[in-house]
């Protein structure tokens, strides 16, 4: 008998958690004294944390049953993290709690959705030498860009729509935050709406997927 796409999407979603992980990124802005992050809504499972504010690190991973206690080694503790853990679908960096929000500034002018160079209030001196910067307005949504240079007013972009994220255009006055906090993590892949869609992992995969939907399928009968 045919499989059918509910057959199939629990088939992707399975074989891309156990055998090919769809991996992406979070990017987060630190806010002082905020330890949790939520997980985005695709997310499996994360499976790895890096740190940039102060120091570039990849915070060390800690079982739930022992962060109570990890916390309790530093009460009211502040500073950079070393660690992190899962909880309720929350990312939470520690035992320190963050004391230094992250760097922000505003768009100067007009920021196109081709531009390479953009223009910032105070960016030499405000964000480090390279790295990821958020940029946010009310009407534009939110893009992320990759830059490697900073000048004085200015910093020069590798990629502009990192991240899942889509180039746009912002007014000047948009506001703009360097990326403090990166999560990476396995999604969930989208779901098929239609029996001649492919499925969202590589080409080559697609023959054991649908031996695995099959497979599936006769385990359920």
Not at 81 to 95: C, E, F, H, N, S
Not at 173 to 187: E, H
Request: charged residues 20%; contains cysteine.
């Amino acid at each position: 008998e045919s499989v059918g796409l509910d057959w199939l999407n629990e088939a992707q979603r399975r074989f891309c958690h156990n055998v090919l992980p769809l991996d992406e990124f979070k990017d987060y802005g630190i806010t002082s004294k905020k330890s949790r992050y939520d997980f985005p809504a695709d997310c499996i499972t994360p499976f790895y944390v890096m740190w940039y504010q102060a120091r570039t690190e990849r915070l060390a991973y800690k079982q739930p049953d022992m962060w109570a206690n990890l916390e309790e080694a530093f009460p009211n503790s502040t500073g950079t993290p070393d660690y992190y853990t899962v909880l309720r679908r929350q990312v939470v960096v520690g035992p320190q709690v963050p004391q230094t929000t992250s760097a922000t500034a505003r768009a100067s002018g007009a920021l196109t959705a081709t531009a390479t160079t953009l223009g910032f209030t105070a960016a030499s001196g405000t964000f480090r030498s390279k790295g990821f910067l958020e940029l946010a307005s009310g009407g534009a949504g939110i893009e992320i860009v990759e830059f490697n240079g900073v000048a004085s007013s200015t910093v020069s972009v590798v990629a502009r729509g990192v991240h899942n994220t889509t180039a746009a255009s912002f007014a000047s006055g948009a506001s703009v935050t360097q990326i403090d906090l990166q999560m990476y993590y396995r999604r969930a892949p989208n779901a098929l709406t239609a029996s001649t869609e492919s499925p969202e992992i590589p080409t080559v995969y697609h023959e054991y997927l649908y031996k695995y939907a099959i497979y599936l399928g006769w385990l359920a009968r």
